[in-house]
């Protein structure tokens, strides 16, 4: 791959730079924070050779070119932007403040969650498992020793993370807001101190002590906050709003004891006598009517949420469900949104699958087929974004597949010991119910699939018939030599160098030749694969067997004329024969448009080849162009 390319075509379809605020990379996608997106030809890059996909996510264009690439294409993009290199928290935080009060919040609540993830999925593992273990030894199905130091620590680690949850979000939670973490741990310890009564023991012992607050003005229950999320997130936030202020307003020698005693002792007060006890409400109420959604009759609610659920994800408001998951872990002691998501998930890569084994496009089958299977592991990214939204009837009957798998997991009750993993991993979570996991996830699957390649996907290819018609005037057969280009068209050849434009003379895309036309039809100049077709019809890319990537670009910035006077007989990853038609063109229309015609024929990977001869002079179509040594030839 010529990655210098590939950074210069997404670099001019994204606007240039006077409409690139930021740019960094993760470890599959270019992330870009745009001026105005309007500018961007999203389009145009996705059809980008090298581009798995294209979407727009918390205010930042992210474009995916895969582990491997995406590093060395950031590293020619901002040399060719000719920007300095940001993290990827300095583009999210460009991106954030662009961003509407409403995605700020969600972005929020992710920065909060999605670091303490990994230990939520560890307990919930472990508590999946132990639960397992332990209904099948209480039900004589296996005979261990239970008081062994393994099991017994085992049950001990197992719920650690969810029993001291409010620390890890606190500590979380500070660092989104900009406070000491430090502080924001004490705030977490605070709220499931052991003088308070234990929150899982209310509902069997009853409130043991009240706590007269505000002068006698009203009592307050002296019980915990395990298991709680909102009152955790809110307190935090009211301790670092007065921990800035407090550092802006308390002299620097005093600084250090004044600003974390108020912020701490201010903050705990308020948490015990006033967050705590209103949005604990809050919280019930919304984990309550949640539920309430998700257990109407015949499962309803939930189809309903299974097939929304996927939407939500591209809209990037998924991160609030972690709110869900956590409360009804606390709540009920499983969480019945995990299934209804892992639906939804594998609906999506059940499509896509059915997307791979139908297509016969090449590039479309190789996106396809890995994105399925990381789909089904729970990175549901490429599916979406790359291959399901780009056709977008797989993405709906995947979100058709969620729901009905969701409704089924509503029927039968299903729910997970934790969170944070979803399709085929996700069965760890459900190990109390691992039959009514594995048919949800069969019924989602079947359906997905089934609708999808019945109804959601066929190749496009508007033109591509044509190509595959018998064509009266196509140019005689040729056996091709070894890595030799022929003339796609009649007409007078010359050096790349003489090429009347600066990229294509400098050999920024490639070394070749230039030919001025006498025909308006260009045939393919060997035997090989369509790699590549830009969406104006004005070039394609074809590949040899033996390794050539050729680039035939018909005009100097015909990409102006937008595809007029353009047609395309051919399509990505379709084979084809030397002389077989490939574009037509109106020389007339391109003279009109004030450019020159000149034909670019460039072989972009030269580099891999040893010496080029180009012939030049006047030219018959299929007729030897040029040729280039092997890579070890002297």
Same mark, same amino acid.
């Given at each position: 791959?010529?990655? +210098?390319?590939?950074?210069?075509?997404?670099?001019? +379809?994204?606007?240039? $730079?006077? *409409?690139?605020?930021?740019?960094?990379?993760?470890?599959?996608?270019?992330?870009?924070?745009?001026?105005?997106?309007?500018?961007?030809?999203?389009?145009?890059?996705?059809?980008?050779?090298?581009?798995?996909?294209?979407?727009?996510?918390?205010?930042?264009?992210?474009?995916?070119?895969?582990?491997?690439?995406?590093?060395?294409?950031?590293?020619?993009?901002?040399?060719?932007?000719?920007?300095?290199?940001?993290?990827?928290?300095?583009?999210?935080?460009?991106?954030?403040?662009?961003?509407?009060?409403? $995605?700020?919040?969600?972005?929020?609540?992710?920065?909060?969650?999605?670091?303490?993830?990994?230990?939520?999925?560890?307990?919930?593992?472990?508590?999946?498992?132990?639960?397992?273990?332990?209904?099948?030894?209480?039900?004589?199905?296996?005979?261990?020793?239970?008081?062994?130091?393994?099991?017994?620590?085992?049950?001990?680690?197992?719920?650690?993370?969810?029993?001291?949850?409010?620390?890890?979000?606190?500590?979380?939670?500070?660092?989104?807001?900009?406070?000491?973490?430090?502080?924001?741990?004490?705030?977490?310890?605070?709220?499931?101190?052991?003088?308070?009564?234990?929150?899982?023991?209310?509902?069997?012992?009853?409130?043991?002590?009240?706590?007269?607050?505000?002068?006698?003005?009203?009592?307050?229950? /002296?019980?915990?906050?395990?298991?709680?999320?909102?009152?955790?997130?809110?307190?935090?936030?009211?301790?670092?709003?007065?921990? +800035?202020?407090?550092?802006?307003?308390?002299?620097?020698?005093?600084?250090?004891?004044?600003?974390?005693?108020?912020?701490?002792?201010?903050?705990?007060?308020?948490?015990?006598?006033?967050?705590?006890?209103?949005?604990?409400?809050?919280?019930?109420?919304?984990?309550?009517?949640?539920?309430?959604?998700?257990?109407?009759?015949?499962?309803?609610?939930?189809?309903?949420?299974?097939?929304?659920?996927?939407?939500?994800?591209?809209?990037?408001?998924?991160?609030?469900?972690?709110?869900?998951?956590?409360?009804?872990?606390? /709540?009920?002691?499983?969480?019945?949104?995990?299934?209804?998501?892992?639906?939804? *998930?594998?609906?999506?890569?059940?499509?896509?699958?059915?997307?791979?084994?139908?297509?016969?496009?090449?590039?479309?089958?190789?996106?396809?087929?890995?994105?399925?299977?990381?789909?089904?592991?729970?990175?549901?990214?490429?599916?979406?974004?790359?291959?399901?939204?780009?056709?977008?009837?797989?993405?709906?009957?995947?979100?058709?597949?969620?729901?009905?798998?969701? /409704?089924?997991?509503?029927?039968?009750?299903?729910?997970?010991?934790?969170?944070?993993?979803?399709?085929?991993?996700?069965?760890?979570?459900?190990?109390?119910?691992?039959?009514?996991?594995?048919?949800?996830?069969?019924?989602?699957?079947?359906?997905?699939?089934?609708?999808?390649?019945?109804?959601?996907?066929?190749?496009? @290819?508007?033109?591509?018939?044509?190509?595959?018609?018998?064509?009266?005037?196509?140019?005689?057969?040729?056996?091709?030599?070894?890595?030799?280009?022929?003339?796609?068209?009649?007409?007078? @050849?010359?050096?790349?160098?003489?090429?009347?434009?600066?990229?294509?003379? @400098?050999?920024?895309?490639?070394?070749?030749?230039?030919?001025?036309?006498?025909?308006?039809?260009?045939?393919?100049?060997?035997?090989?694969?369509?790699?590549?077709?830009?969406?104006?019809?004005?070039?394609?890319?074809?590949?040899?067997?033996?390794?050539?990537?050729?680039?035939?670009?018909?005009?100097?910035?015909?990409?102006?004329?937008?595809?007029?006077?353009?047609?395309?007989?051919?399509?990505?990853?379709?084979?084809?024969?030397?002389?077989?038609?490939?574009?037509?063109?109106?020389?007339?229309?391109?003279?009109?448009?004030?450019?020159?015609?000149?034909?670019?024929?460039?072989?972009?990977?030269?580099?891999?080849?040893?010496? /080029?001869?180009?012939?030049?002079?006047?030219?018959?179509?299929?007729?030897?162009?040029?040729?280039?040594?092997?890579?070890?030839?002297?």
């Amino acid at each position: 791959m010529d990655y +210098k390319k590939v950074a210069q075509e997404i670099y001019d +379809k994204v606007g240039r $730079k006077e *409409n690139i605020v930021s740019a960094a990379h993760c470890a599959t996608r270019l992330r870009l924070v745009l001026v105005d997106n309007a500018k961007c030809d999203a389009k145009a890059v996705e059809n980008i050779e090298g581009v798995k996909g294209v979407f727009s996510a918390s205010g930042q264009l992210q474009v995916i070119l895969g582990t491997g690439v995406v590093d060395k294409v950031y590293d020619e993009f901002i040399a060719i932007a000719g920007i300095s290199a940001a993290t990827k928290d300095e583009v999210k935080a460009a991106a954030a403040a662009r961003q509407n009060p409403f $995605k700020r919040a969600i972005k929020t609540l992710g920065d909060i969650f999605v670091p303490i993830i990994p230990a939520i999925v560890a307990s919930g593992f472990l508590m999946g498992i132990m639960e397992a273990l332990n209904f099948m030894v209480n039900n004589n199905f296996l005979n261990i020793d239970t008081s062994g130091s393994i099991y017994v620590f085992a049950n001990l680690f197992s719920n650690t993370a969810y029993t001291f949850l409010p620390i890890l979000i606190a500590y979380s939670a500070a660092k989104a807001f900009g406070g000491n973490p430090y502080l924001g741990a004490v705030i977490g310890m605070m709220m499931i101190h052991p003088n308070l009564q234990n929150a899982w023991t209310v509902a069997t012992e009853g409130v043991h002590q009240t706590q007269s607050v505000w002068f006698g003005l009203y009592k307050v229950n /002296m019980v915990g906050y395990q298991g709680h999320v909102i009152p955790v997130i809110i307190a935090v936030w009211v301790m670092c709003f007065l921990e +800035k202020r407090l550092h802006k307003i308390v002299p620097a020698m005093f600084d250090l004891f004044v600003t974390p005693l108020v912020s701490v002792f201010v903050t705990g007060y308020l948490t015990f006598s006033i967050i705590g006890p209103i949005f604990v409400t809050i919280e019930n109420g919304i984990i309550g009517g949640i539920q309430t959604l998700l257990t109407l009759p015949f499962g309803i609610g939930s189809f309903i949420m299974g097939g929304l659920y996927s939407t939500t994800v591209v809209a990037g408001i998924h991160h609030m469900y972690t709110v869900i998951d956590m409360g009804q872990l606390s /709540m009920y002691g499983v969480t019945y949104w995990l299934p209804l998501a892992s639906a939804a *998930n594998m609906g999506q890569g059940a499509a896509t699958l059915a997307v791979a084994l139908k297509s016969r496009n090449g590039k479309t089958k190789s996106l396809a087929l890995p994105s399925a299977f990381s789909c089904f592991m729970g990175i549901t990214e490429p599916a979406i974004f790359g291959v399901n939204l780009r056709f977008f009837k797989p993405f709906v009957c995947g979100a058709i597949g969620g729901a009905v798998g969701a /409704m089924y997991a509503s029927l039968v009750h299903l729910g997970a010991s934790g969170t944070g993993v979803t399709g085929i991993f996700g069965l760890l979570l459900c190990l109390q119910h691992p039959l009514e996991y594995i048919i949800m996830a069969a019924i989602t699957i079947a359906v997905a699939f089934a609708l999808t390649w019945v109804f959601g996907y066929k190749d496009p @290819a508007p033109e591509a018939a044509e190509a595959d018609k018998p064509q009266a005037d196509a140019q005689p057969a040729v056996t091709c030599a070894p890595r030799t280009v022929y003339a796609p068209v009649a007409g007078e @050849a010359v050096p790349s160098e003489e090429i009347p434009d600066e990229t294509f003379a @400098a050999g920024v895309l490639g070394r070749g030749a230039g030919i001025r036309p006498d025909g308006e039809t260009i045939v393919a100049p060997f035997d090989g694969t369509i790699s590549s077709v830009t969406d104006t019809h004005h070039a394609v890319g074809i590949t040899s067997p033996d390794g050539m990537e050729l680039l035939i670009h018909v005009g100097v910035d015909t990409v102006a004329m937008k595809g007029d006077g353009f047609a395309c007989l051919v399509q990505e990853g379709q084979t084809v024969k030397a002389g077989d038609k490939l574009l037509t063109f109106d020389r007339q229309k391109i003279a009109a448009a004030g450019h020159p015609d000149m034909v670019a024929v460039l072989l972009t990977n030269a580099d891999d080849f040893g010496a /080029m001869t180009v012939h030049s002079g006047p030219c018959q179509a299929l007729q030897p162009l040029m040729e280039v040594a092997p890579a070890d030839a002297q």
